[in-house]
């Protein structure tokens, strides 16, 4: 396993180690004895999510503000690109944004600790997405940051997403509620 810290040095890119031949491939996506000795993360994980989303449809930026959820994300079919910002004010990078493009090709994980807003945006025709949760989906304190906020200012490699009617009323950085 090849652990990459971002921009952001607690977001880790976590490429695995592959074993492949003619017929098909094999590796281990998660492995919490590893995950502990790498990187350091201790992480319960309570809950397993898998979404399928078309092109262009863009999803994010979600964080819960009780029952915060750390999430490793990874894609197995098609291609994302995945964003994590920091909204821990004490943090050296609030308010910054790391993103990493997913695959099922690059096969590339993306650790999101508690504390950071996560979206992500669909690149090919569909993608499966999948990921871990620290915490169990809470609605009530679901809470989500406009995804084109100019005050966080991500690269999204698009014009016009595809978004549901709560990511079209996404609160403004400076507007949200946010981590201590």
């Known amino acids: 396993m090849n652990v990459i810290k971002s ?7 976590i490429e695995p180690k592959v074993f492949g031949d003619d017929r098909g491939h094999f590796y281990e996506s998660y492995n919490e004895r ?7 993360i201790t992480a319960c994980f309570v809950q397993d999510n898998h979404s399928r989303s078309a092109r262009n449809v863009l999803r994010g930026l979600h964080y819960q503000v009780k029952q915060a959820q750390g999430k490793l994300v990874r894609v197995v079919a098609g291609e994302v690109f995945d ?4 909204l821990r004010k004490s943090s050296p990078t609030w308010g910054k944004w790391t993103g990493a493009r997913l695959s099922a090709e ?3 994980m993306l650790w999101i600790p508690v504390g950071f807003a996560h ?3 669909v690149l090919s025709d569909s993608a499966d997405f999948l990921y871990k949760t620290t915490d169990y989906y809470a609605p ?6 406009i ?8 690269e999204w490699p698009l014009e016009e997403p595809i978004l549901a009617a709560k990511d079209k ?3 403004r950085l400076k507007d949200a509620e946010v981590f201590p």
């Open 7 to 13: 921009e952001i040095p607690d977001v880790l890119v």
């Open 34 to 40: 590893e995950f502990v000795r790498r990187m350091g």
């Open 83 to 86: 964003v994590a910002v920091d």
């Open 106 to 108: 690059n096969k590339r």
């Open 119 to 121: 979206g992500f945006v």
């Open 140 to 145: 009530e304190h679901e809470r989500c940051i």
């Open 147 to 154: 995804w084109n906020d100019p005050d966080i200012g991500i």
């Open 169 to 171: 009323v996404g609160r």
